[in-house]
């Protein structure tokens, strides 16, 4: 069994707590969105602790609020969050090859896009116990987050619940900006997926796909165009 480590886990909780705070108030205008489908404070703190992602339960919470099937929201929620597994599939080669089935398991609990990012943007292998310090403070905050804007519903004004939501991307460009300061190859893909970003969502047919799957479609290309002309180096391969 893999050791926790307290320092990597104070490492994380350090990590964590701007995300945290980001996701507090995005999750509280996400609880607003739940009370409008019709759940209550623990309904809508379950629905966020089980889903850590924001677009998946906004559509999950738009057709419930419509009265959709089940089978519908469970599809619609699996496409729409379908982009994590490819962050699942990237982050479980950050992991040491000896890393326990459970610690996997754990660490893919809370595939989110920030944790993910400050994940990925850790030197050398990545340890579980960095992650839990890092979702210890995250998870609770976005679950509680949603109850408590189940409980305030519409009492705040429309702008200042706008506000709130663009918290998070704030949070996520401190995350991005820092590796695509020191490697151009980097800072020229974060271009150039905004720019493909942007293109999808308007050319003719990739456009009528959904947010899920575009990010999947321009994730295999760019990431798969860059595996191939920016290839990254094994330390021994440098060595000679």
């Known amino acids: 069994m893999t050791e926790i480590r307290p320092a990597p886990f104070r490492e994380g909780v350090r990590d964590g707590i701007p995300i945290a705070l980001g996701y507090f108030a995005v999750s509280f205008t996400l609880g607003i969105a739940a009370r409008n489908a019709g759940l209550n404070a623990f309904q809508g703190f379950l629905a966020s602790l089980l889903n850590l992602a ?14 959709a099937p089940y089978w ?11 982009r994590y597994l490819l962050m699942s599939c990237a982050l479980s080669q950050k992991l040491a090859p000896d890393t326990p089935l459970l610690h996997r398991v754990g660490v893919g609990y809370a595939v989110t896009d920030e944790l993910f990012g400050i994940a990925m ?8 116990a960095y992650s839990y310090g890092a979702m210890s403070v995250a998870v609770p905050c976005w679950a509680v987050g949603t109850a408590l804007g189940v409980i305030a519903g519409n009492v705040l004004p429309l702008r200042a619940v706008s506000a709130l939501s663009v918290a998070l991307y704030g949070m996520f460009l401190a995350v991005i900006i820092p590796p695509a300061r020191k490697d151009r190859v980097v800072a020229g893909l974060v271009a150039l997926s905004f720019a493909a970003s942007y293109a999808a969502g308007r050319l003719p047919v990739v456009s009528g796909l959904s947010g899920g799957s575009r990010t999947i479609l321009l994730t295999l290309i760019l990431a798969g165009g860059a595996a191939a002309l920016f290839p990254v180096r094994e330390e021994g391969e440098d060595r000679e």
Request: aromatic share 6%; charged share 10%.
């Open 54 to 67: 924001s677009a998946g339960e906004y559509a999950g919470f738009a057709l419930i609020a419509v009265s």
């Open 72 to 82: 519908e929201v469970a599809m619609v929620t699996l496409i729409t969050n379908a």
């Open 121 to 128: 943007a850790r030197p050398g292998a990545l340890e579980p």
